[in-house]
């Protein structure tokens, strides 16, 4: 089983249908990081787990899941639960970490149509993905928002963001480390009717994850 931590915040109507095409052997945990549209409620009533974190952020979220994940099982996933992933895309990010031929694997973001990721957005994970190249040596193209890791490797790191910075701490992380790191293409649909991106549904919150992922950079 390959535990799939779910950071949430106010995701209940993507929920059923995200649980709904979650593969088979990928169990899903909802971290429910102070939502207010009932999203715990929605996430047990389909059976999922559910893990609540009080400090707020997305490094907080996805940490306190890691912690709840299961260490028998080896691998955990990671996946924004807004909807505009496709859960049953988890085995091609994380196949390259099940067969040992990488210690991080990630997805790069294919939007499906025109508009499903904003131009601010894009523009901010093109400047921050080229400077991880640069800087790293690493041959990624995005900052990861859907990825898979060993959990003892992951917690090994000793990552310290707990907000939008954890994924570039992460990669950089995994540089330092001398992590084979794998990137494969996902499709990005638009999100669920009902839902709002924290970080590219407005330009506001995408210069919060860039000030955040800045101070990674500057660490």
Not at 13 to 41: E, F, H, K, Q, W
Not at 71 to 90: E, I, K
Request: a positive charge; proline letters at 7%; hydrophobic letters at 45%.
């Amino acid at each position: 089983m390959t535990d799939v931590v779910l950071p949430c915040r106010n995701e209940a109507p993507a929920l059923p249908a995200l649980l709904s095409r979650m593969p088979s052997g990928y169990r899903p945990i909802v971290v429910d990081n102070g939502s207010s549209d009932g999203t715990a409620d929605v996430a047990r009533a389909l059976g999922a787990e559910v893990v609540a974190v009080a400090e707020p952020g997305y490094g907080a979220a996805v940490h306190a899941g890691v912690l709840a994940s299961d260490p028998d099982d080896g691998v955990v996933c990671v996946m924004d639960a807004d909807g505009s992933f496709d859960p049953a895309q988890l085995p091609l990010v994380a196949g390259p970490v099940l067969d040992g031929s990488a210690q991080l694997g990630t997805g790069r973001r294919r939007p499906v149509g025109r508009g499903v990721w904003p131009l601010h957005a894009r523009i901010g994970n093109t400047v921050l993905a080229g400077r991880i190249r640069r800087t790293t040596g690493l041959a990624v193209h995005d900052i990861g928002p859907m990825r898979a890791v060993r959990r003892d490797d992951l917690l090994a790191l000793g990552l310290r963001d707990r907000r939008f910075g954890y994924p570039l701490e992460l990669l950089l992380a995994a540089a330092r480390a001398g992590w084979r790191v794998s990137e494969v293409d996902v499709d990005y649909h638009p999100r669920a009717a009902g839902t709002r991106s924290k970080v590219s549904g407005s330009a506001l919150g995408t210069l919060r994850a860039v000030r955040d992922m800045s101070a990674v950079l500057a660490r």
